[in-house]
């Protein structure tokens, strides 16, 4: 599977590597890694609690 940065006409394609391998390191190596799902999930209730009460 390709990443959608490399066909992003918006992102330089240096850019797009650097970006992607920074993401790859924090986050693993994809989109579907179950432990970024949590991650989000979380954040959203952090904020939620934050904001909403």
């Known amino acids: 599977m390709s990443d959608p940065l ?3 006409a918006r992102v330089h394609r240096a850019e797009s ?3 992607v391998a920074s993401r ?3 986050d ?3 989109d579907g ?3 970024n ?3 989000l999930k979380h954040s959203i ?3 939620f609690a ?3 009460g």
């Open 6 to 8: 490399t066909n992003d």
């Open 17 to 19: 590597g650097r970006i």
């Open 24 to 26: 790859h390191e924090r």
């Open 28 to 30: 693993g190596p994809g």
């Open 33 to 35: 890694h179950p432990g």
């Open 37 to 39: 799902h949590i991650r």
């Open 45 to 47: 209730d952090r904020h």
């Open 50 to 52: 934050e904001h909403l």
